[in-house]
């Protein structure tokens, strides 16, 4: 018996529609490694259809009042909340991880920004009017700055979706948004609810590959371009978007660094540390994953990291014990193996290093030490579930090994030395430092990095205004 696959659509204008030529991608499950669904693989006529039908909706959008806006988002949250438990299993099965954490930990944080947003749509607004020259007076208008095309990343598909759509549409925009190749049922299901709510065309979405993300980037149409990837395809969009000029909006790789300080809280820091290195597999561009511990205190922190990799636990989704799912495809798996494989001698792998199971693309919770600061895995984003530590003397170097790479999103320190803290948070070249934890976000505080890590802020009112341009108005006060 043969179970038919689901068939997942664009949705343009209004629309469901499959790709104009007819091709698709097969979608996997990267929980059982099976194919579930089809989805469109799109190309130049798709991309054209919908950058037409957000070129054609941006007018009225743009001249909605905020409060309309405003109530759409809400509208749209209210929506998702009561559809939750759809929302969880398409994501669930876009990237095999565990249902209830994804629940808990995903879909009201993704509410909560939506709601931040629609706040944020009645805060549009330029400086006061003043007069700066004789007999004239000034003002600031903040407008959208059009279509936004938005290139979303496979990590966390149904929230990258919602920091992309959710402020540029406050702000008055359209949107063509690519979700990934390999995750895209919970973007169309988030099409699908928001068809009641939004005009034809403010929101689109279109199913493909890279060739597709690359049409939309260098499309005539967009005014912004925004993407959250890999380095590469970062510089591969900046090259694009720069021969038209247009806007670009980039949130790539990170290597965060966690300083642990000889006086800090061991068995809290392991913990935390552990959680934040571990969970989505370690596919997170600010996952703990690059430990720095001083030296009076390594060997007891990698013995208590090592018992903690021990101790977690990858499975099935349905499985309530389990901290992470599946990495989300056979090319990211085999990037996390080969990291491994090819470690140094002088490197020491404490726990895991190994794939788990038959089925799927599941990956040992695994911690390596005895590293240098000019190896390969220290250097380079393993974004898997493996956490390397390394050693230092005093802050001099563990500021040195911190700032040491070309990656600068987020970082942590632990300590209980106020001063010290202040003067690595001061000193820290990374757009988020984190004191006595790591990972938690809200959606008042601005995400976002430096360096290789990209440019632009997702969430906060700074992602909003990301998403507006400015414009002076200057009137003579003689009529």
């Known amino acids: 018996m043969t179970t038919e696959l689901r068939r997942l659509r664009n949705y343009i204008g209004g629309e469901f529609k499959d790709a104009a030529d007819g091709r698709t991608t097969e979608v996997v499950n990267p929980a059982t490694g099976e194919v579930y669904a089809t989805a469109p693989l799109s190309g130049q006529a798709d991309v054209d259809a919908a950058m037409a039908a957000a070129a054609a909706a941006f007018p009225g959008w743009r001249d909605t009042t905020p409060a309309e806006r405003q109530k759409a988002l809400l509208k749209i949250a209210d929506a998702f909340e009561a ?51 004789e007999g004239m007076t000034s003002i600031i208008r903040r407008e959208p700055v059009g279509v936004c095309a938005q290139v979303a990343p496979w990590n966390y598909p149904m929230m990258m979706a919602v920091w992309k759509f959710a402020p540029a549409i406050a702000a008055g925009n359209t949107v063509v948004l690519k979700p990934s190749d390999t995750t895209p049922a919970s973007t169309v299901l988030m099409a699908e609810i928001i068809d009641s709510v ?87 561009c600010t996952a703990a994953t690059r430990v720095l511990v001083h030296e009076s205190i390594h060997d007891e922190f990698v013995a208590a990291l090592a018992k903690a990799a021990a101790d977690t636990k990858t499975g099935q989704p349905d499985d309530e014990d389990v901290l992470y799912g599946p990495l989300n495809n056979p090319n990211q798996l085999k990037q996390v193996a080969g990291f491994i494989e090819r470690l140094p001698a002088h490197a020491k792998v404490e726990a895991g290093g190994h794939q788990v199971g038959e089925k799927g693309f599941f990956y040992a919770p695994t911690v390596v030490s005895g590293l240098k600061q000019d190896d390969e895995i220290i250097q380079n984003e393993v974004f898997g579930p493996v956490i390397t530590v390394q050693s230092f003397t005093d802050e001099g170097q563990a500021l040195e090994y911190a700032n040491g790479v070309e990656f600068a999103l987020a970082s942590s320190v632990w300590t209980k030395d106020h001063g010290r803290a202040m003067r690595m948070s001061k000193n820290l070249d990374f757009g988020c430092v984190w004191i006595n934890t790591h990972i938690p976000l809200v959606a008042e505080m601005p995400h976002g990095g430096f360096k290789k890590s990209g440019y632009g802020k997702d969430l906060s009112a700074y992602g909003f205004e990301d998403y507006t341009r400015i414009k002076h108005v200057m009137t003579s006060l003689d009529g």
């Open 198 to 284: 939004l005009p034809k065309g403010v929101f689109n979405v279109v199913c493909g590959d890279r060739e597709t993300g690359k049409a939309m980037v260098e499309h005539s149409t967009p005014a912004m371009a925004s993407i959250t990837g890999s380095v590469r395809a970062g510089m591969q969009v900046a090259e694009s978007a720069s021969k038209d000029v247009k806007r670009v909006h980039l949130e790539l790789g990170g290597k965060a660094p966690v300083v642990v300080f000889e006086d800090a809280d061991i068995p809290k820091a392991v913990e935390d540390i552990a959680v934040a290195g571990y969970f989505n597999a370690g596919q997170d």
């Open 83 to 133: 559809r939750a438990d759809e929302l969880v299993a398409a994501e669930s099965e876009n990237t095999g991880k565990p249902l209830g954490l994804t629940a808990s930990e995903e879909l009201p944080p993704m509410v909560d920004q939506i709601r931040f947003f629609a706040g944020a749509a009645r805060l549009l607004e330029g400086r006061s009017a003043g007069e700066y020259m």
